[in-house]
């Protein structure tokens, strides 16, 4: 009873830190400066199992239909006077619903303050195997989830980011708390937010020091990630077809290059992982060891959004990865204490 007190507590904590970016996205945010990818998720939301939304898109569900349950019953938030209504309201001829994006940015808000809970129990099993009393430590580094600038940008937007964030988050807490069923379910789930999912945490199990059901997981994960593509297969949906076509995908890497454009919103943007690598190297260059399974995903993110073509959307895919930056990080601050601890 007094453990589900305190986690009640902090929901309520994690809420209450992400409540104004939430104000801000939700007053603030344009989605079609850099999250036009919202035009088809409208339609999702409003009509969640019959609309003309194009592949990639229509197989992520699970956000657009809790939006849509939102949307339904007014839980949304929309100011009479807000910045973003004239250009918002009517978008290439489209006239838009203002509710609609305020129903999804809500959303992406539930699930936002849920990813920092799961990485804040996924920290505290870590400190607990490590013998460490800090009641103060796994509650403040979750709180980088909200500091990204990717997050604040795309995350409180019109997109998928926050159900994306929460299950990649929830995941690693079922990987360190053993619980394979779970994990399996909820990763074969995972392919209705997004694709991505499963290839994240198959990398992240197999670069992480993980326990010994390491290969179960691996497996499980790996075929999470192949039945998104036999799922496409069966409910064929058009869009985006070159994102499959592997001459395509290989022309893209051939032709690719860094433009300003790319570098400031692909790299430099994303000011979390630059601040972390820092910070880690300031402490030692062996401490960046617990990093290895953050470093292994964002090149492999890195290397598909280029085949894919998308862009400097790069950088926004890229933040999917944080959840492993964070774990990292406490992972590096467990050695580093148990360390001191050790020389004392």
């Given at each position: 009873m007094k453990t589900l007190k305190k986690d009640l507590l902090m929901i309520m904590a994690f809420f209450s830190m992400s409540a104004g970016v939430y104000y801000a996205g939700a007053k603030f945010h344009i989605p079609w400066f850099g999250g036009n990818d919202f035009e088809q998720y409208y339609q999702m939301t409003l009509y969640p199992f019959d609309n003309n939304a194009l592949s990639p898109w229509a197989y992520r569900v699970m956000l657009p239909s809790i939006a849509h349950l939102i949307y339904k019953?007014?839980?949304?938030?929309?100011?009479?006077?807000?910045?973003?209504?004239?250009?918002?309201?009517?978008?290439?001829?489209?006239?838009?619903?203002?509710?609609?994006?305020?129903?999804?940015?809500?959303?992406?808000?539930?699930?936002?303050?849920?990813?920092?809970?799961?990485?804040?129990?996924?920290?505290?099993?870590?400190?607990?195997?490590?013998?460490?009393?800090?009641?103060?430590?796994?509650?403040?580094?979750?709180?980088?989830?909200?500091?990204?600038?990717?997050?604040?940008?795309?995350?409180?937007?019109?997109?998928?980011?926050?159900?994306?964030?929460?299950?990649?988050?929830?995941?690693?807490?079922?990987?360190?708390?053993?619980?394979?069923?779970?994990?399996?379910?909820?990763?074969?789930?995972?392919?209705?937010?997004?694709?991505?999912?499963?290839?994240?945490?198959?990398?992240?199990?197999?670069?992480?020091?993980?326990?010994?059901?390491?290969?179960k997981f691996l497996i499980s994960a790996a075929l999470a990630f192949i039945f998104y593509f036999i799922m496409k297969s069966y409910l064929q949906i058009p869009g985006n077809e070159s994102q499959t076509d592997f001459p395509s995908l290989i022309a893209n890497i051939l032709t690719f290059s860094v433009t300003k454009e790319f570098f400031m919103q692909a790299i430099l943007a994303n000011n979390i992982p630059i601040f972390v690598v820092l910070l880690a190297i300031s402490n030692g260059f062996k401490n960046l060891k617990p990093f290895l399974p953050f470093i292994a995903v964002i090149i492999i993110l890195t290397f598909l959004g280029i085949a894919a073509g998308i862009g400097n959307n790069v950088g926004r895919i890229l933040n999917i990865a944080t959840p492993l930056l964070i774990i990292g990080l406490a992972e590096m601050v467990c050695k580093v204490r148990t360390s001191i601890r050790t020389k004392i």
């Open positions: 019953f007014g839980l949304f938030y929309e100011p009479n006077r807000t910045p973003y209504k004239d250009n918002y309201l009517s978008f290439d001829g489209i006239d838009y619903e203002p509710s609609v994006l305020s129903a999804i940015i809500f959303t992406n808000y539930i699930f936002l303050a849920f990813a920092a809970f799961f990485i804040y129990k996924s920290i505290k099993i870590m400190f607990d195997q490590a013998s460490l009393r800090d009641g103060l430590t796994p509650v403040i580094l979750p709180s980088f989830i909200f500091l990204s600038l990717s997050t604040t940008v795309h995350g409180y937007a019109g997109l998928t980011e926050g159900g994306t964030f929460f299950l990649v988050s929830f995941l690693i807490y079922l990987v360190l708390k053993n619980n394979l069923f779970l994990f399996s379910l909820m990763c074969f789930a995972s392919i209705l937010c997004r694709e991505l999912i499963p290839l994240v945490l198959f990398v992240y199990i197999l670069f992480s020091s993980v326990h010994e059901r390491r290969l």
